[in-house]
């Protein structure tokens, strides 16, 4: 079995494990997620998921008994991490107690994270991006892996589109959405049509040209026959949409840790 120890309480952290998953070709009933976010039910039923809120992993002793009890009553041989070197609070301070391979899937962190915080020693460190300074982690083999062809895309055979149109793809929070929709009003010279593609449920838009879509993930079409594309630098969103770079925009977000500003520099034009 392989657990994956999956913090973040949006989509693109399970979107990333399950396109890890997808590359690696692992099979889903062989899957346990360890998680806080509130997307859980969206994860394949195949998949074991134990979900917890954030307070369980804040109590370093309780995360640790859990996690620990986890591996050994599912004979577990592998803990995938898809967190932070050392996680969100410092709760994986313990895996130099976990006997079994440790992988860290990486991406680019703010170096004020390594701060506070030194990275225990993993097994394998996946580098899933350019711009990580590997000098701040500890391990013993790092691999270059690319995820982006695991990314799913919904694909319908026909999509009655209001053209020719905008396309903002951010899954939340509701003021982020908001954000880019200013943004893509900056360009609109024809009274362009504006798609908004989100899983944030509580939108709304008055506007005559906004329609909001609510999908996980990108809509192939609409990708493709958008005039321009608005989105932040979230690794799966920013990756995801590469094909479409000519007509892209981006407005990164601030985050405590995830440096969004530092992967536009570094990838935009790749």
Request: net charge positive.
């Amino acid at each position: 079995m392989k657990l994956f120890y999956v913090y973040g309480s949006g989509l693109g952290h399970l979107n990333r494990i399950l396109s890890y998953i997808r590359i690696k070709k692992i099979k889903l009933s062989s899957c346990i997620i360890l998680t806080n976010s509130k997307h859980k039910n969206y994860l394949p039923q195949e998949i074991t998921v134990q979900y917890y809120p954030d307070p369980f992993f804040k109590d370093h002793a309780l995360f640790s008994e859990t996690l620990t009890r986890c591996i050994d009553n599912n004979n577990v041989d592998e803990l995938v991490v898809d967190v932070f070197p050392c996680g969100f609070y410092g709760e994986l301070t313990i895996l130099s107690k976990v006997s079994v391979k440790k992988t860290l899937l990486t991406r680019i962190l703010k170096t004020s994270y390594f701060d506070e915080y030194t990275s225990p020693w993993y097994d394998e460190l996946v580098v899933l991006e350019k711009g990580i300074e590997l000098d701040y982690y500890n391990y013993k083999e790092k691999i270059h892996l690319s995820i982006i062809d695991g990314f799913v895309y919904h694909t319908i055979d026909t999509y009655p589109v209001k053209a020719p149109f905008f396309l903002i793809i951010h899954s939340e929070p509701e003021e982020e959405v908001i954000q880019l929709y200013k943004l893509a009003k900056l360009y609109q010279k024809n009274k362009e049509h504006i798609y908004i593609q989100t899983y944030c449920n509580t939108i709304k838009f008055v506007e005559e040209n906004v329609t909001v879509i609510l999908a996980k993930d990108p809509i192939l079409q609409l990708l493709e026959q958008s005039t321009k594309i608005f989105t932040a630098c979230g690794f799966n969103t920013f990756f995801a949409t590469q094909k479409y770079r000519n007509k892209q925009y981006f407005l990164p977000f601030k985050r405590r840790f995830d440096d969004q500003f530092k992967r536009k520099n570094k990838n935009e034009l790749q």
